[in-house]
């Protein structure tokens, strides 16, 4: 609410000059000015109630002064205070200030009520999200003095959103009335509005009350929105889950190539997804640089650049060192690991150490509420939609293409494949490439949703072998089942026990699972899996 331009307050002090309207008085200036927090609280409140009736463009100036810090007062006057001149909040004349004038010194408290008295008298404006926010701040910041003001605003509002917000801040007002009988009614009123902010207001009440009939019906209206919100707490639960599942999808694809399909322990894998995210950085910069009209579409031109940057390291690192240690994982695991190291340090001289900041265009900001608590992120949604996608074209390519039909050929016999003319060292590349640029396209998604820097690899990897170890290596539908499901795992643990233990809890359970079905969900049939 305090986004108010500088521009907006000289404006609205410019028009208390020119109108001729005299509705703020000395004495109600001076009073929301000076005194104790309450005194001024109580003046202000009158002051809105009346500019709202009359349309007192002068009080809307005089509050917004004092929002900003630029009124001073004496004994018995006070003054807008702009740049080197006074002026008058009554006349709007220019007037001197006096040397003995003392500065009007705001808390926190003050701050807040200003703040909301600002947005109530936005209750007129015949933009309705002007209205909505003004709404929204009063039903914040309940209080029994605005009800006047409310009931005005609920006679002539017509937007059912905007009157559901007036009347939650009607009921929050009454809540803190002084009469008990006002206060049972908010509370039985409340309780039909099931909401978080709500169950907030009720709560901060029933700490407070001592009225038993009173406290009795407000326990009883939390119980009331607790079970009515408690749909919305599991939706939000799974869909937390099914979010983090598709962030390890992306991650675990790659790697279903490169560890599933072709063996290879590849614990640079987490950098190449750095790579692909680094890549989407750079063309965020290309398009604000250069085509900073088109900004929006930067995402759609990072995620082919994020795929071939990283296939192209994974390429390079295929044909550099992988090919030399097929057949022995342990050599490979510990290169992978050094040139890991090298990767992550080659990042740190080049972008520096630092996380860079990666913005999101602003067709994935905002997001679409379902329940009073549940609102999904357009940015997690759209990642889950484009998880799908690569799924549906990996196994598309794999199953489909020539190129997946020599993949699975070298994979289940290298020596057959190679006799029947297909040339196994560049199938080796391509596929080694494709998981690469599979790993790059999940750098891109992450890049959206978390921070970007040299360590982002090394969040994931872990995490993304274990899917492909429970889902059973070389399977994509095992990935995919062992994505979603250690993703919800997790979140389901995480609200019983904590982000700590939810991690050792899905360890253990993997770890017994493993014992039980090392083969993982699905088990590769034909002869690979017989050798």
Known sequence: MRSW?????????????????????????????????????EAITAAVIEAVDKGDARTVAFL???????????????????????????????????ADAEDVVNNNLMRN???????????????????????????????????????????????????????????????????PAKRLAA????????????????????????????????????????????????????????SLGSILLLVALGLAITYGLMGVINMAHGELMMIGAYATYVVQ?????????????????????AFLASALVGAILERGVIRFLYGRPLETLLATWGISLVLMQLVRTTFGAQNVAVESPSWMSGSVQLLPNLALPWNRVLIIVFALLVLG??????????????????????????????????????????????????????SQVGNVGPDLGQSYIVDSFMVVVVGG???????????????????????????VLAKIAVLVLIIVFIQK???????????????
């Open 187 to 242: 509370a039985t009123t409340l309780a039909e509005n099931k909401r978080p902010a709500t169950k907030l207001l009720l709560n901060e009440r029933l700490a407070e009350e001592q009225d038993p009939a009173v406290k009795k019906a407000i326990v009883a209206a939390i119980a009331g929105i607790d079970a009515g919100l408690i749909w919305g707490e599991r939706l939000g639960q799974a869909f937390t889950g099914v």
């Open 393 to 446: 074209a990996v196994a598309w390519m794999i199953g489909r293409t020539r190129l997946g039909l020599f993949v699975r050929g070298v994979t289940q016999n290298r020596p057959i494949a190679s006799c029947m003319g297909v040339n196994t060292a560049r199938i080796d590349t391509y596929a080694f490439a494709l998981g690469s640029g599979i790993a790059g396209l999940a750098g891109c998604a992450l």
């Open 517 to 531: 079905r090392p083969q993982g969900i699905f088990a590769m049939k034909g002869r690979s899996a017989e050798a």
């Open 473 to 499: 290596v070389g399977q994509l539908a095992g990935t995919v089942y062992a994505a979603l499901g250690l993703g919800i795992l997790n979140k389901l643990f995480e609200g019983w026990a904590g982000a």
């Open 64 to 98: 917004q002064a004092l929002s900003d810090d630029t009124v001073r007062f004496t004994a018995d006057k006070a003054f807008i205070v702009q740049g080197d001149k006074g002026l008058d909040p009554v006349t709007g004349a220019e007037v001197a200030v006096p």
């Open 5 to 41: 331009t500088k521009a907006w307050a000289a404006a609205l002090a410019w028009l208390a000059i020119a109108l001729p309207a005299h509705a703020l008085t000395n004495e109600a200036a001076l009073a929301m000015a000076s005194g104790t927090s309450s005194e001024r609280i």
């Open 113 to 179: 009520e200003l703040d909301v008295a600002l947005a109530a008298l936005q209750l007129r404006s015949e933009d309705a999200s002007v209205r909505a926010d003004a709404a929204r701040a009063l039903a914040a910041a309940p209080s029994e003095a605005r009800l006047p003001l409310l009931d005005k605003a609920l006679a002539i509002e017509k937007d059912a959103a905007i009157r559901e917000q007036l009347e939650l801040a009607r009921a929050g007002g009454l809540l803190s009335s002084e009469d």
């Open 285 to 305: 910069g290309l398009f604000q640089k250069y085509l900073p009209g088109a900004f929006d579409a930067y995402l759609i031109a990072a995620i082919p650049a």
